[in-house]
């Protein structure tokens, strides 16, 4: 229908299939802002504190978008873009 936002579903079990984001932030408030926003608009979100973590969770959950901060306590946001870019191409902000 025109003005609704159409959810995805699975071609053959014709399920809704929510897409991933996760997200990669040291600051609790942040992310307690952007979850509500995102799992109102039919997201599912996957969080993560710190780097390496993101780096699993990543690899684990094969998100569709991954929303990457630029200060991270445990390594540079450009070394996990460029870990993550040694095996996807998943889009990161």
Do not use: C
């Amino acid at each position: 229908m025109k003005g609704q936002s159409q959810i995805p579903t699975h071609p053959i079990s014709g399920k809704m299939n929510k897409q991933i984001v996760l997200i990669i932030e040291q600051e609790k408030m942040i992310r307690r802002f952007i979850k509500p926003n995102l799992e109102n608009n039919h997201y599912k979100l996957i969080e993560a504190e710190k780097g390496e973590e993101g780096l699993a969770l990543a690899s684990s959950h094969k998100p569709d978008l991954i929303l990457l901060a630029i200060g991270l306590s445990d390594m540079p946001a450009l070394t996990v873009l460029h870990r993550l870019r040694e095996w996807t191409q998943i889009p990161v902000i």
